[in-house]
């Protein structure tokens, strides 16, 4: 086959993302303090916390659809929550124990393992299966386990001979409890992004839990020691004309091997498959004929300062109509720390920015110089790694089982696209290293806001509101003790109800509690789109909407003008009593 033409190989990467300084506002809006922080255990911002007996290690969050049920995954052992008792004190909630059994904590030690530390069950996976299944996997003493939970009595499922019903987790779950890894249900099947071995050095994307199970092929590199960080699932065939798939991407870092100037360069990417991938019929069987991958760009404006290592990444889909509005907001650190502090920084990416990387130029590699081009010569049809669309299909090609064979032999080594996606930095954090994030839409009294919530390496929440060009970060509470990083975060937003785990517990936070704000002026100068000046309070405006809507409440979450919209009548009945409402 022809060679791309020989371009010169790519700048390394702090030079190229100079590129960005002329795409990007200047950075001076970029950076925002807390307005104002709270210590553990401030009574102004009281929110409750649940921990039980001697299990640690509490990582994994699941609401029920109804939202009244919180499951969390801890060390050795699972629990169902009740989210309006248990996090009481004293109040009730179920538990179930989930060890490994001895046997395996005994070949895990003898192995060379720690014990204590590693030779236990670490609850990774918790999904919803089924109405009356969820599916858990644990590291199972460096030996990965799955099993089925049955939520009508909380107990694991079992044969018909009466012992639990255990599947091999590897490929699902790492065997290391500090891998990161992540996992997802579509349509009863599981997609998971893992490493899958003792060793922890043989990384897949793969589908289980299926008839047809389908993974990255290892022998050609698709992955570079990845840690996986984030996983969704986007219903792409809804209205789409080209007949197009829906698609399951994967977020992580990796050793980017297109660097050749910088070893053990980490970059971020995004990688994405279609549902409907079956395979190859002769040449990549059960292997996916759609992996492709993209680097995901977030950089510091000015001087192209690097955010390369992806921590976190939420989906934000306001629009369950249209999937094509879906954004996608990632908190980055840097492999390159400059000065004592470990900063961090948010950048968001639209799907559009996605769906051009995916739809551009192929990179491919010289084998025996390693450098990597840009392909610039004709592809063949149909579309290496594109979904089964129905151009396709008018070639008699239903499924990828009937790819063309130079299909598949191109896609074998060209899995990495050209260009990179492109975001836009929102904060940047020199005070705090940013570990989760989750993001609530929230209509205000005049318009709709993106808050922020993420959560940090020292055990505090950030909430920030995004507003144009800046973000402004509301608050800061501290919700576990400095030495406990939140390891994840769950929002309910009908309940209006924000979950946090860490290895020594949950909690569980309103989104907002106005009341801390006492005065018209502090109401205003908060910028919390929860919240607007009732005349005699400052009040959660969800909880009051035909109030809110009927009577002239106010809020002002860009300009936060106290002095001109608080110095009105209605502002200064505060001082007479609160009227009906
Ligand atoms: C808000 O804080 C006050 C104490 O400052 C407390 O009495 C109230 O219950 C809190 N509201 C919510 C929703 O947490
Ligand atoms: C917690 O303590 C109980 C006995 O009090 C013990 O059976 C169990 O193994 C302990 N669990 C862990 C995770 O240490
Ligand atoms: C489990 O929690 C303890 C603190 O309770 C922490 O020191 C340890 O690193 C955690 N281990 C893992 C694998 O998360
Ligand atoms: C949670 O507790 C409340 C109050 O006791 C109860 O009414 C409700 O049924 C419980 N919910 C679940 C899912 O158990
Ligand atoms: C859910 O999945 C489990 C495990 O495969 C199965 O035993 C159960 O019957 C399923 N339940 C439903 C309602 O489909
Ligand atoms: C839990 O419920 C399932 C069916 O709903 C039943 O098969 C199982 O035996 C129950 N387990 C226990 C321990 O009661
Ligand atoms: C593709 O599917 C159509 C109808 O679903 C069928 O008529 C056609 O024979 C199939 N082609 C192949 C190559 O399987
Ligand atoms: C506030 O109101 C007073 C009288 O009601 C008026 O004199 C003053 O100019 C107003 N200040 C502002 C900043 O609008």
């Known amino acids: 086959m022809a060679r791309g033409s020989p371009l010169p190989p790519p700048p390394p990467p702090p030079p190229l993302l100079l590129l960005l300084l002329l795409l990007l506002p200047p950075p001076a809006t970029l950076t925002s303090s807390p307005r104002i922080s709270l210590p553990l255990g401030s009574e102004k911002r009281p929110f409750l916390s649940f921990q039980a007996g001697n299990i640690s290690n509490y990582t994994a969050l699941l609401l029920s659809r109804d939202g009244k049920t919180l499951y969390v995954g801890a060390r ?3 629990f169902a929550l009740n989210s309006s008792v248990s996090f009481l004190p004293g109040g009730e909630y179920q538990e179930l124990l989930w060890s490994a059994d001895a046997e395996r904590k005994q070949q895990c030690s003898f192995k060379g393992k720690d014990p204590q530390r590693d030779c236990q069950n670490y609850i990774k996976i918790l999904l919803p299966l089924n109405s009356s299944h969820l599916y858990v996997c644990g590291t199972g003493a460096f030996s990965p386990l799955c099993t089925y939970v049955n939520v009508e009595n909380f107990t694991l499922a079992q044969d018909r001979a009466g012992s639990i019903l255990l599947e091999d987790g590897k490929g699902r779950c790492p065997f290391d409890p500090n891998f990161k890894s992540t996992a997802l249900v579509v349509d009863g099947e599981l997609y998971t992004g893992t490493v899958s071995n003792f060793q922890g050095n043989d990384p897949a994307i793969s589908r289980s839990q299926t008839l047809r199970p389908t993974k990255t092929e290892s022998s050609l590199n698709w992955l570079q020691d990845p840690a996986f960080v984030a996983s969704a699932y986007i219903p792409e065939s809804l209205g789409s004309v080209e007949g197009d798939d829906d698609k399951i991407y994967f977020f992580f870092s990796e050793t980017g091997q297109e660097f050749e100037f910088f070893d053990n ?52 889909s306001p629009n369950p109509e249209d999937w094509r509005d879906t954004l996608f907001y990632g908190v980055f650190t840097s492999q390159w720390h400059r000065g004592t502090t470990e900063g961090s920084a948010i950048c968001v990416f639209t799907m559009k920015d996605v769906h051009r990387a995916f739809s551009g130029l ?63 930095l929102l904060l940047l954090q020199p005070q705090a290293r940013y570990q989760r994030v989750a993001v609530h839409r929230v209509p205000g009294l005049h318009h709709t806001y993106d808050v922020l919530f993420l959560g940090t390496g020292d055990g505090r929440l950030h909430k920030a509101v995004s507003v144009g060009p800046k973000v402004h970060i509301i608050e800061e509470l501290q919700i576990f003790s400095p030495g406990q990083p939140v390891q994840n975060l769950l929002l309910d937003p009908d309940r209006g109800l924000l979950y946090a785990a860490s290895h020594a517990g949950v909690v569980q936070v309103p989104v907002a509690n106005c009341s801390l704000y006492r005065s018209c002026g502090d109401c205003l100068l908060s910028r919390d789109p929860y919240c607007a000046w009732s005349g005699s309070s400052c009040r959660h405006i969800s909880l009051y909407p035909r109030e809110a809507a009927s009577r002239p409440w106010i809020q002002d979450i860009e300009g936060a003008n106290a002095r001109g919209l608080c110095n009105t009548s209605l502002a200064k009945a505060r001082i007479s009593l609160p009227t009906v409402l």
């Open 76 to 78: 050795e052992a699972l």
């Open 265 to 316: 360069t980490i970059v971020s990417r995004i990688a994405r498959i279609c549902k409907g991938d079956k395979g190859g019929e002769r040449i990549l069987q059960q292997r996916w004929t759609s992996f492709l991958k993209a680097q995901l760009l977030c950089s510091r404006p000015d001087d192209g300062f690097p955010f390369n290592v992806l921590q976190d990444v939420f989906m934000l």
């Open 362 to 424: 192929y990179k491919e590699v010289n084998r025996e110089t390693q450098q990597w081009y840009t392909v610039t010569y004709p592809v063949p049809t149909p579309r290496p790694g594109a979904c089964i669309t129905n151009s396709a299909r008018e070639k008699k090609i239903n499924s990828s089982l009937q790819l063309p064979d130079r299909v598949l032999n191109f896609l074998k080594d060209h899995f990495l696209m050209d260009s990179q996606v492109r975001s836009r």
